[in-house]
C-alpha cells in the first residue's frame, strides 16, 4: 500500500512568515505547493525535494494544475506599508481575489483554510478605547478611516475576512488569523522587510549611522517572534475542533518604537542618530494584542521575548552583525563611573527578563548619551 501524505498549498510560501513555515513543514514529511508571484520575494526552499513552486499570482492560479489538497495556507500579500501605498492591485488581488479563489479550492477538496490576517484589521484601536491590560480581542469594534492612502491594505485584509466568515457559515472549515508584527530572518530589508521597523532600524543602525523614527516613538507595538507564529500555525493546521471565525496570534509584550531604538542601538554598540519625521495619520498609536483565545483553545503562547528574539536576530548572523551582548549586560548589572556618571563596564553574567531591561532604559532616559566604552 502507498503511504498517504499530506498536500499543503501555501500562498506567499517564499515572503517572510511563507518560507519559515514551508522549511518546518518540509521536515515534517509534507508535499508541499508554493504559489508565489515573487513581487516582493526571491524563491526560497527550492533545494527540497518534497517542495514545488508554481510561479503565480494566487488570484490567476489555474487550480486544474492542482493536485487534491488537504490543507491551505493563505500568505499571500504585500505587508510593508511603503510597498502596498504604491500597488493597490497586488493588495487587493490576493486578499480578495485570492482568498475567493482558495475558497474555491478548499470546497473542491474539502481542504482546511488558514487564511492569514493582520492586526491592522483593528485600525486606530488605542488604549483610549480599550482596556491596556486587556489588549485587543478578536471581537473588539475596529476603529478606522476610510479611503486613505494605508486604507487600502487593511480593508482588503477585511474583506479577506468576510468571505472566510461567510464560507464557514455555509460549512467551510476555515479560520482567520490577526498575526500581530511578526519579526525574524529572512526579514531582509529590500524583499520582505521593506519599510517594517525592525529590519529597517538594524540596517539603519549598522549601515547609515541612522534611523528615522515617525512621529514622536512613543506609538506602542507587540512584536512576535517568527518561530512562535509558526508552531502556532502549525498547532492550528492540526487542531481537532472547530475552528473560531478570527484568532489573535501575538506577543502580549509591548514596547515603544523609542524603546525599541534603544535597544537595538545598545545591541549593535553602534553610534546611530535618530531622526524624528512627520508620522502617517493611519499609523497606529498602540496595539497589543489579547492571545487569551489562541491559549485557550490552542494551548498556544509565545515562548520568546522581544529581548531575546532580538539578541537571536542579530547575533544569528554573527559574521554580519557583530552583537555586543555582554557589553549590555554589563551596562545592565553595573554601576556608573565615577568620574564621567557613564556606566561602567562590569561582570554580571545573565539578562533575566524584559523588566531589567525596561529599568536600563528609564535610566538612560535621564544620560545624555550612553557611554560605549565596549566597542
Ligand atoms: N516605523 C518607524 N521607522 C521605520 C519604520 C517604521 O518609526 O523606519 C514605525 C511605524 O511608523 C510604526 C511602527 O514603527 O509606527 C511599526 O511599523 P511597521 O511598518 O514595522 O509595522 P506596522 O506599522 O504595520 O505595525
Not at 105 to 123: N, P
Not at 161 to 170: A, C, G, P, V
Not at 203 to 211: A, V, W, Y
Not at 292 to 313: C, H, M, R, T, Y
Amino acid at each position: 500500500m502507498t503511504e498517504y501524505k499530506k498536500n499543503i498549498l501555501v500562498s506567499g510560501g517564499d515572503g517572510f512568515i511563507g518560507s519559515h513555515l514551508v522549511e518546518a513543514l518540509s521536515n515534517l514529511d509534507y508535499e508541499i505547493f508554493v504559489i508565489d508571484n515573487n513581487i516582493t520575494s526571491i524563491p526560497r526552499n527550492t533545494n527540497l525535494n518534497n517542495v514545488k513552486h508554481i510561479k503565480s499570482s494566487i488570484e490567476f492560479l489555474d487550480l486544474n494544475e492542482i493536485p487534491e489538497i488537504d490543507i491551505i495556507f493563505h500568505l499571500a500579500s504585500i505587508a510593508s506599508p511603503l510597498v502596498y501605498k504604491n500597488d493597490f492591485n497586488n493588495v487587493y488581488g490576493p486578499n480578495v481575489l485570492g482568498t475567493m479563489k482558495l475558497i474555491e479550492l478548499s470546497e473542491r477538496d474539502h481542504a482546511r483554510l488558514i487564511y492569514s490576517s493582520t492586526s491592522e484589521v483593528y485600525g486606530m484601536l488605542s488604549n483610549e478605547y480599550i482596556n491596556e491590560n486587556q489588549g485587543i480581542k478578536e471581537d473588539s469594534i475596529a476603529r478606522i478611516h476610510l479611503l486613505t492612502e494605508r486604507s487600502i491594505y487593511a480593508s482588503s485584509k477585511r474583506m479577506g475576512e468576510e468571505l472566510i466568515y461567510h464560507f464557514k457559515q455555509r460549512g467551510g472549515d476555515a479560520v482567520n488569523i490577526r498575526f500581530f508584527n511578526v519579526y525574524g530572518h529572512g526579514m531582509d530589508v529590500v524583499n520582505t522587510g521593506y519599510g517594517r521597523v525592525i529590519p529597517n532600524f538594524i540596517n539603519g543602525i549598522l549601515n547609515e549611522g541612522k534611523i528615522t523614527i515617525f512621529g514622536n516613538g512613543n506609538q506602542i507595538r507587540s512584536f512576535l517572534w517568527i518561530d512562535d507564529a509558526i508552531e502556532a500555525l502549525i498547532t492550528v493546521m492540526n487542531y481537532q475542533g472547530v475552528l473560531p471565525d478570527a484568532v489573535n496570534l501575538g506577543n502580549n509584550e509591548p514596547i515603544s518604537i523609542n524603546d525599541l531604538a534603544k535597544i537595538l542601538i545598545i545591541l549593535l554598540n553602534k553610534k546611530c542618530s535618530i531622526i524624528y519625521e512627520k508620522i502617517d495619520r493611519d499609523d497606529p498609536l498602540w496595539r497589543k494584542p489579547n492571545i487569551d483565545l489562541a491559549e485557550k483553545l490552542f494551548n498556544w503562547k509565545p515562548k520568546v521575548s522581544l529581548i531575546k528574539g532580538l539578541q537571536e536576530l542579530i547575533g544569528g548572523s554573527k559574521t554580519k552583525y557583530p552583537t555586543n551582548l555582554f557589553y549590555l549586560i554589563d551596562l545592565l548589572c553595573n554601576e556608573r563611573c565615577s568620574k564621567c556618571s557613564h556606566w561602567k563596564y562590569g561582570k554580571c553574567k545573565e539578562v533575566h527578563d524584559m523588566k531589567l531591561i525596561y529599568n536600563f532604559i528609564n535610566e538612560i532616559e535621564t544620560l545624555e548619551e550612553v557611554c560605549f566604552v565596549g566597542g
